[in-house]
């Protein structure tokens, strides 16, 4: 299984950016997929997530109303639309899948099992 984090870049406050992570080795529609990040000298946390049907989505207060997670089963993918970006979404975003829930969507690193090479996104204020 690989996935391919990309779509990263510098970005002014307020500018958007979309991420995209291709799937190899399995069907991203057959399971919950995630979007972690992790900023400098912080612990990664969980940014937005989307069960196998796209029926449910999870979102962190601080994306909430300016990141939509998104699932495109004919590209075997998952995007995350990053808008009215902040410095402090300044980090290294990962994809992430889980193979082994499919009625919750975790929010929790630790139940995710296929892990993304991250995309680095900085925000200038």
């Known amino acids: 299984v690989q996935l391919q984090a990309s779509g990263g870049g510098l970005v002014q406050a307020g500018g958007s950016l979309r991420l995209s992570c291709a799937a190899s080795?399995?069907?991203?529609?057959?399971?919950?997929m995630g979007w972690f990040r992790q900023a400098p000298g912080k612990e990664r946390e969980i940014v937005a997530a989307i069960n196998w049907s796209g029926g449910r989505t999870y979102y962190a207060d601080s994306v909430k109303g300016r990141f939509i997670i998104s699932r495109d089963n004919a590209k075997n993918s998952v995007s995350l639309q990053m808008d009215n970006l902040k410095p402090e979404d300044t980090a290294v975003y990962y994809c992430?899948?889980?193979?082994?829930?499919?009625?919750?969507?975790?929010?929790?690193?630790?139940?995710?099992?296929?892990w993304g090479q991250g995309t680095l996104v900085t925000v200038s204020s």
């Open positions: 992430a899948v889980d193979v082994d829930h499919t009625l919750v969507v975790q929010t929790a690193g630790k139940e995710y099992d296929y």
């Open positions: 080795g399995l069907t991203v529609s057959r399971y919950n």
